[in-house]
């Protein structure tokens, strides 16, 4: 058997990873209490015994904002926030003069806390803030943390060697540019530095060529931390974002382990091809329950779907598919 003929029957047996739920989309604008043009990329958690959802809402002057939904099961019966629940505070925080968006949420053992990385969108471009929360009703801003153009940003939930971790995604405004994700260090959550690169995006015809950014923040498994991130081509009809996986050294993060050299997410299915931005699968939050994985993400910039995978299977494709 010559090494085509393998590599063919290997893609053939390929499964797919990711399941997409029946139900989906499973948040819409009309499901909102009050009139919204789209809502999409939510940070997740289980909080209280129930997932609630940090959905970010776009209203129809095209500004976001955040709104929690909260369900027993994660997948039906939603009970939305009948106002938004964060709101951007361009008086006091000129950074949101333009909105808020796309939030990652961990939960911070050591301090007892949620903080949330979000995308504020400033005269200058869009950055990173942080804000954190007891009960996901009053909140704390930390503010801007690093300056433009930067986001995809999340906060890994425990220290390393006395420092918080950060993994964002800083970027050029220029023709051709390629961004790669980054790492910084803090001791109190509000000056960063100690920056790394991370991860670069791969040149060429690869799948995520064009720019690579953080999807859902890490998960700690036995093997490392395992990440999602989001990757983008561009091609001669626009964009196409896919993600893909990616496992970082427990004690060290900035070292990267294994990388999937296949997407394991795209869009596929007439809500994640179809909406206000097209072929875009965006997560932004998953949420961990024994072996299950419920990945949550905006579909074309519209609304909210759900995916499940086997973290054991994820951690197993990762060992075996990766690193080309």
């Known amino acids: ?62 500004r976001s904002h955040l709104c929690a939904a909260r369900s027993a099961d994660g997948i039906t019966d939603w009970h939305i926030d009948d106002q938004p629940t964060l709101l951007p505070d361009p008086l006091r925080h000129p950074e949101e003069l333009w909105g808020i968006e796309d939030p990652r949420i961990t939960y911070l053992k050591e301090l007892d806390e949620y903080i949330i990385a979000y995308t504020a969108w400033s005269k200058s471009g869009p950055l990173v803030a942080l804000a954190t929360t007891k009960d996901f009703r009053t909140f704390y801003r930390i503010g801007p943390v690093l300056p ?74 036995p093997q490392g931390w395992l990440i999602l991130y989001h990757g983008v081509r561009t091609t001669a009809a626009g ?50 329950q024994d072996d299950t994985v419920r990945l949550y993400y905006g579909a074309a910039d519209t609304c909210v779907a759900l995916a499940t995978a086997s973290l054991t299977e994820l951690l197993e494709y990762l060992s075996s598919n990766g690193d080309e």
């Open 239 to 288: 964009s196409l974002y896919r993600c893909g996986l990616a496992l970082l050294d427990l004690e060290d993060p900035t070292r990267v382990i294994h990388r999937s050299n296949e997407w394991v997410l795209s869009p596929q299915e007439p809500y994640e091809r179809f909406g206000d931005v097209g072929d875009v699968v965006f997560p932004c939050g998953w949420v961990l």
């Open 1 to 62: 058997m010559n090494k085509m003929t393998e590599q063919a029957e290997t893609l053939a047996g390929m499964k797919e990873l990711f399941h997409k739920h029946p139900a989906n989309p499973i948040l819409k604008a009309e499901d909102w209490p009050y009139p919204v043009n789209a809502v999409f990329n939510p940070g997740a958690v289980v909080f209280k015994d129930e997932t609630l959802l940090l959905v970010r809402v776009e209203d129809r002057r095209g």
């Open 148 to 221: 433009p153009d930067n986001k995809d940003a999340a906060v890994f939930p425990v220290r390393f060697n006395g420092k918080w971790a950060m993994i964002h995604r800083p970027s050029i405004s220029a023709p051709g540019a390629i961004s790669w994700m980054w790492i910084s260090f803090s001791y109190d959550l509000k000056y960063w530095g100690e920056h790394h690169p991370l991860m670069p995006a791969r040149p060429g015809g690869w799948w995520d060529s064009s720019k690579i950014g953080l999807a859902t923040p890490p998960i700690e498994t």
